[in-house]
């Protein structure tokens, strides 16, 4: 089964509106996140680093007051989307590194349409 | 220059073939290198490592040359199952805590009946 849970799977809004994005690693304590952004027909590109207790890492072209990331658990990172627009359209997927074996896993993803 | 490289395909195959793909990356620094698989509108899934030395999964072998910078992931005998999209992913850290992982554009493999 999952071993990181993300909610919502998909999610649709109007342009202007916030949406807000959580990842839970199950059975374990991840103390850090990564988010990422999925275009259609790209790869994957890192957005942050979400690090539990502390403020998230951006990289480099990312909005850090567009995409607001809270990590205020072990277990719970969101990422809300701010004052969404329709390029903000895309799949976001978390990803925690597990405990013991260093692996990353995924969220399910969530699929965001922005009208 | 991007990061990763892959040819995107797609790559149509009959079953019982064998497929191979290709990746190049740019950091020279770059320590830790998987293979990675992606089903439409799905999350990555862990498909395997990469080691210096090359390694093999059942259908699947992968191998590195570091010298060229270029990783390679074989499939043989395809099942229909396998069709899907393979991201090869390295990272910029050797077992850093971060981890950070920098994606390819995905190979996309269609294995025909």
């Known amino acids: 089964g999952a071993v990181v849970s993300q909610h919502p799977s998909r999610v649709i809004c109007k342009s202007g509106t916030s949406v807000k994005i959580e990842c839970r690693s199950l059975?374990?304590?991840?103390?850090?996140m990564f988010w990422y952004r999925q275009f259609p027909k790209q790869s994957l590109m890192l957005m942050a680093t979400?690090?539990?207790?502390?403020?998230?890492?951006?990289e480099q072209g990312v909005e850090k007051d567009k995409f607001l990331i809270n990590h205020a658990s072990l277990t719970l990172s969101t990422l809300t989307v701010t004052s969404a627009h329709p390029e903000d359209s895309s799949f976001y997927i978390c990803?925690?590194?597990?405990?013991?074996?260093?692996?990353?896993?995924f969220g399910e993803g969530s699929r965001l349409t922005v009208l | 220059r991007k990061e990763v490289e892959q040819d995107p395909g797609p790559f149509n195959v009959p079953e019982g073939a064998t497929v191979a793909f290709n990746c190049t990356y740019s950091?020279?620094?770059?320590?830790?290198f998987f293979w990675y698989r992606q089903d439409c509108r799905k999350e990555p899934k862990l498909l395997m490592s990469v080691y210096s030395s090359g390694n093999e999964d059942g259908r699947f072998t992968a191998q590195l040359n570091r010298a060229s910078q270029y990783i390679s992931l074989l499939i043989r005998d395809s099942k229909l199952s396998d069709s899907a999209t393979y991201l090869c992913v390295v990272t910029d850290l050797y077992g850093g805590a971060t981890n950070k992982l920098i994606f390819g554009t995905g190979t996309l493999l269609a294995v025909q009946p």
């Open positions: 990803s925690a590194k597990g405990h013991y074996t260093g692996e990353l896993f």
């Open positions: 979400s690090n539990e207790g502390s403020k998230a890492t951006y």
């Open positions: 950091n020279s620094a770059s320590q830790s």
């Open positions: 059975d374990f304590q991840a103390t850090t």
